[in-house]
């Protein structure tokens, strides 16, 4: 087991504490995870969920295993249902349900909504406390500039009882956490709370940016928290430089900045500098971006998004703007609960781990074998593996059990174990289960892509056409990226064919079909594009089967991939288009819908 002791070597006093922290917890995995469990299942003996079975008032893990079943968000549904009707009485957690945090997982086509109790805030603050203090281990002097962070919040809703239903970061932006919280300068952004606080995206957005341009020499790093948000943020400043450079060099705020918050307190920041307007105009009119961050903001010393996972179709587009700027991934976690941090932000993307922290929930972990799955029925009480007993190069389905009052949840996520710090696990971030198209918050899986196929593919009928194979790729070239679905289509009636209006009201129905993730993306955050049919020759999908089997795959066994990423494949796909067809319009997304 290879011991990494660097955390301990800080030069800075100020970060020793923090750094102590990590290495007392990572050093006492198992006992600090015995006493987790002790301490949720200890507070939450009288609960419904764990009385109904028959827990008893035990902390143990042994009771704890043989007795509580691994479950997925739909087995919760009843309890949440109730929850978010207004049953106020202990369903799954001694402490008052605080609110909901809408996670970007969907259930029948909606958010999932999880549970949350106030304290875990503050857990989530202690996560969130501990990443300058690593981050300073490689990157000292952070506190001589700024951060320019791209950060938002969402609307948000509220359940029939009143319980608001938002976004994490929503619920910690909008929080005293965030919006009191002690001038660090370590942690000074460039964007003001007004901004960040604004619900409407381009004022959002662009304050933001203008703020980021004013302050350019004090950048220090950059960031957003998905790699999809920093180049939403590039292809705003693509777009609006023009109206950008025309505020800086009069002083004046664009007509479409109507928050007065964001009024009053640009008025303190904008004055007349057409200088730094002229270097933005000579700059941004060039057609080559290339290198265009560090050009712009010359002291960035890395970009701070996450690029593991579903992001990590964006790392070669961050690096042709950032002329190759490390990408820092700091932190893994989710709205069931903080899990961990990258205790060696600076590695490359490809290597980055993450080490999650044993005092932030309970976690256990199912194996997973692709060869030799691991099969667990509804409410089954599989003795799983524990934090500290995971094996180096295996991977592994994460369950967690927490504070809020998630016992034994199956988050989704499949995770690989590279290393230890100290007794502590470091997990390499594999995939989530079932998703097939992802570009930013999105997540489409199979049956969800196969659903919204046949409902387009319905309206083909009136041309005697059938859909005779289809499949779909994530195109992250263009900016915001958008669904490609690759169709190739049995044209009975050649002198009737469906047109090409035809065609795109099946990308738009397919859009309507897709769950309110994806529309959201698409309509409130514009960080999908219109969706996009490409119609192949007729015989197409028959030359796929030929290369995958020229490549071993069984022919026996062949089935069409429902979603292609293999660069060979998509340039097969791409040279037999015949044509191509864009969703026309937005689809239909209602903010108020919920439960
Ligand atoms: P949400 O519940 O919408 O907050 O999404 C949480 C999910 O985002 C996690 O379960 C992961 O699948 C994914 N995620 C979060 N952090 C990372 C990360 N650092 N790298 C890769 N995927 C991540």
């Known amino acids: 087991m290879a011991v990494d002791s660097s955390l301990s070597s800080s030069k800075n006093d100020k970060f020793a504490k923090a750094l102590q ?7 006492n995995t198992d006992k600090v995870q015995e006493n987790v469990l002790a301490e949720i299942l200890g507070r939450n003996a009288d609960t419904e969920y764990l009385r109904r079975f028959n827990l008893i008032g035990a902390t143990d893990r042994d009771t704890f295993k043989s007795k509580i079943p691994v479950i997925t968000y739909e087995d919760l549904l009843p309890e949440i249902q109730r929850i978010a009707n207004g049953d106020r009485s202990p369903i799954l957690c001694s402490q008052p349900i605080s609110e909901f945090l809408t996670s970007s997982g969907t259930s029948a086509g909606e958010r999932k909504l999880m549970p949350t109790i106030s304290e875990e805030m503050d857990r ?19 506190d001589k500039g700024k951060g320019l962070y791209f950060l938002f919040i969402k609307a948000e809703t509220k359940t029939p009882s009143g319980l608001v239903a938002r976004p994490v970061l929503t619920s910690y932006y909008k929080s005293d956490h965030f919006k009191n919280r002690p001038y ?12 960040i606080l604004c619900l409407d995206s381009f004022q959002s957005m662009y304050t933001q940016m203008l703020c980021g341009l004013l302050m350019r020499h004090q950048v220090l790093r950059v960031g957003a928290v998905f790699a999809s948000g920093l180049l939403r943020a590039i292809r705003f400043l ?9 505020d800086i060099s009069t002083g004046s705020l664009h007509p479409r900045i109507t928050d007065p918050a964001i009024q009053e307190c640009m008025s303190k920041i904008l004055k007349p500098n057409p200088d730094l307007a002229e270097f933005i105009t000579k700059e941004c009119e060039d057609d080559n971006w290339e290198g265009i961050i560090p050009r712009i903001w010359p002291n960035t010393k890395y970009l701070d998004v996450i690029v ?8 070669s587009l961050l690096d042709f703007y950032s002329g190759g ?12 609960c903080y899990f961990g941090l990258n205790l060696k932000p600076m590695t490359k993307p490809d290597d980055v781990s993450y080490t999650i922290m044993p005092n932030m929930g309970y976690f256990e972990f199912i194996p997973h074998d692709t060869a030799d799955p691991v099969e667990l029925s509804r409410g089954s009480l599989p003795r799983l593996v524990d934090l500290a007993d995971v094996e180096v190069g295996k991977e592994y389905e994460l369950v967690v059990t927490t504070y809020s ?15 230890f710090h100290n007794l502590a696990p470091q997990f390499k971030f594999i995939r989530r289960k079932n998703v097939l198209l992802s570009i930013d918050a999105d997540k489409t899986d199979e049956l969800e892509l196969q659903k919204a196929v046949e409902n387009a593919a319905a309206l083909l009928r009136e041309f005697d056409t059938t859909l005779v194979e289809y499949t779909s790729y994530a195109d992250t070239d263009t900016i915001p990226g958008h669904y490609v679905i690759y169709w190739e289509l049995l044209i009975r009636d050649q002198t009737n064919p469906p047109s090409h209006g035809v065609l795109e009201k099946c990308c738009l129905v397919m859009e309507e079909s897709l769950n309110s993730v994806y529309r959201q993306c698409r309509v409130a955050d514009n960080s999908v594009g219109p969706l996009e049919i490409r119609v192949v020759k007729n015989g197409t999908f028959e030359e796929l089967m030929d290369y995958a089997i020229s490549r071993g795959a069984s022919i026996n066994q062949y089935k069409a991939p429902r979603c292609v990423s293999f660069t060979p494949i998509v340039e097969l796909l791409d040279a037999r288009v015949l044509s191509v067809h864009f969703s026309p319009a937005t689809p239909h997304w209602n903010p108020g819908k919920r439960v």
């Not at 593991?308 to 790392?315: D, F, K, P, V």
């Open 325 to 336: 700027l490390p990408q820092a991934c700091t932190m893994y976690a989710s709205s069931e």
């Open 184 to 195: 660090d300068p370590y942690n000074v952004y460039t964007s003001p709370d007004e901004a």
């Open 21 to 27: 922290f990590i290495e007392d917890m990572t050093k």
């Open 308 to 315: 593991t996972g579903a992001m990590a179709q964006y790392r």
């Open 124 to 142: 989530r603050q202690l996560l969130y406390s501990l990443l300058i203090p690593v981050m300073d281990l490689y990157v000292p002097g952070l």
């Open 405 to 419: 009052g998630l016992c034994r949840y199956r988050v989704g996520d499949i995770l690989r174990v590279t290393d």
């Open 238 to 246: 693509q777009t609006n430089w023009r109206q950008l450079a025309h």
